[in-house]
T-cell receptor, first 114, second 115 residues
């Protein structure tokens, strides 16, 4: 399983960009990098995923290092509703029969100041 | 799309009792996963099904834990002879596996408290 390392917490101001880093030095060459977030009293919510190239969607952008040992989730304009625990995970790629459970670390607790 | 549904949301039981949780996945999803989450930690993968087949169960925490998905739709997770250390949030997720991605959609979880 890919082991991930993230800062315990980060703080940002509302309407400013946020860059959430993740190290995943043990990720295999075929594992996707997934980001999920978890609001209080809810299950994790998918944010974005990628393999090698940078990715954008309506929620965020994902910048993946060339060596794939790290990635950064970018929230372009943070709102109070973005306050959550953000997890980067390795694994979860459909591999035709292998274990596809996601491996979560402790995540980053993102605090948004109004 | 009603999302992943878990029942009950909360369960309080006494040590030594058996408990069973139910998960109803998103209807067209063929994969179903169970995770456990303790306070301050990320979810921990336990087991998963593709249709009715349980393809990974080595991560189940002990032989007191078992899961079923008899008709490839809903699933149940049973814990026998509960212990205080089993107190946690039990999360279910589902996905529609494809070659390109395996995005998992989570339910709100069942919080178990063992007294």
């Amino acid at each position: 399983d890919a082991k991930t390392t993230q800062p315990n917490s980060m703080e940002s101001n509302e309407e400013e960009p946020v860059h959430l880093p993740c190290n995943h030095s043990t990720i295999s060459g075929t594992d996707y990098i997934h980001w999920y977030r978890q609001l209080p009293s809810q299950g994790p919510e998918y944010v974005i995923h990628g393999l090698t190239s940078n990715v954008n969607n309506r929620m965020a952008s994902l910048a993946i290092a060339e060596d794939r040992k790290s990635s950064t989730l970018i929230l372009h304009r943070a709102t109070l509703r973005d306050a959550a625990v953000y997890y980067c995970t390795g694994g979860g790629m459909y591999s035709g029969g292998g274990a596809d459970g996601l491996t979560f670390g402790k995540g980053t607790h993102l605090i948004i100041q109004p | 799309d009603t999302g992943v549904s878990q029942d009950p949301r909360h369960k309080i039981t006494k040590r030594g009792q058996n408990v069973t949780f139910r998960c109803d996945p998103i209807s067209e999803h063929n994969r179903l996963y169970w995770y456990r989450q303790t306070l301050g930690q990320g979810p921990e993968f336990l087991t998963y099904f593709q249709n009715e087949a349980q393809l990974e169960k080595s991560r189940l925490l002990s032989d007191r834990f078992s899961a079923e998905r008899p008709k490839g739709s809903f699933s149940t997770l049973e814990i026998q002879r509960t212990e205080q250390g089993d107190s946690a949030m039990y999360l279910c997720a589902s996905s529609r596996a494809s070659l390109a991605k395996n995005i998992q959609y989570f339910g709100a979880g069942t919080r178990l408290s063992v007294l």
